[in-house]
């Protein structure tokens, strides 16, 4: 079975303090790719990055940082130094076969 | 175009009454995913299309529930004597190949039945 969780459902955080989203997945496919995706207000949901189940290196792009560990089956999202803008639900999710497995997201609100 | 355009942004529609939402890929994409988005949940996957053909619609919730992509491009989701249960968010997506690269989400269609 494929699932993804996401434990914390709700995070506040003051700017430009950093705060980590958790997100766990089952699968028992040899060949997987993780996702995370943003969903601000308006509703369209953003993609943010890819990762496949081969390549554990971990990756940083400005402020977004994502820690992939396959032992732990985690695939964990960093923001430093957090800013309103960042404000959204963010969305972990697995991809085997044809399908997106999501999870139910976890909602940062970062305060002024 | 750009981008994943759905239309409507909004439908209220009563109870019993027969929906279509329409999605309008990204112009190239073979592949077009339809996703259902209940409130404070993740998507849940419908069906998914490559080319003309459904080719997986597991997630269909029932016989009420149908998607066509007669041309390959614009995909319709149909559904039938609506429930109040229906009333969700219907996100569509689209991808170049298998979507494991990632696909690009439309704004979603917010369906409430009353």
């Known amino acids: 079975a494929q699932k993804v969780t996401q434990a914390q459902t709700e995070i506040s955080v003051v700017e430009k303090e950093d705060v980590t989203l958790d997100c766990v997945y089952e699968t028992r496919d040899t060949t997987y790719y993780l996702f995370w995706y943003k969903q601000p207000p308006s509703g369209e949901l953003v993609f943010l990055i890819r990762r496949n189940s081969f390549d554990e290196q971990n990756e940083i792009s400005g402020r977004y940082s994502w820690n992939f560990q396959k032992s732990t089956s985690s695939f964990n999202f960093t923001i430093t130094a957090s800013q309103v803008v960042d404000s959204a639900v963010y969305f972990c999710a697995l991809s085997a076969g044809n399908q997106f497995y999501f999870g139910t997201g976890t909602s940062l609100t970062v305060i002024p | 175009g750009a981008g994943v355009s759905q239309t409507p942004s909004n439908k209220v529609t009563e109870k019993g009454k027969y929906v279509e939402l329409r999605c309008d890929p990204i112009s190239g994409h073979t592949a077009l995913y339809w996703y259902r988005q209940s409130l404070g949940q993740g998507p849940e996957f419908l069906i998914y299309f490559q080319g003309t053909g459904a080719a997986d619609d597991s997630g269909l919730p029932n016989d009420r529930f149908f998607a066509v992509r007669p041309e390959g491009s614009v995909s319709t989701l149909k559904i039938q004597r609506t429930e109040r249960g229906d009333s969700a968010v219907y996100l569509c997506?689209?991808?170049?190949?298998?979507?494991?690269?990632?696909?690009?989400f439309g704004s979603g269609t917010r369906l409430t039945v009353v």
């Open positions: 997506a689209s991808s170049e190949s298998w979507g494991r690269n990632g696909y690009t």
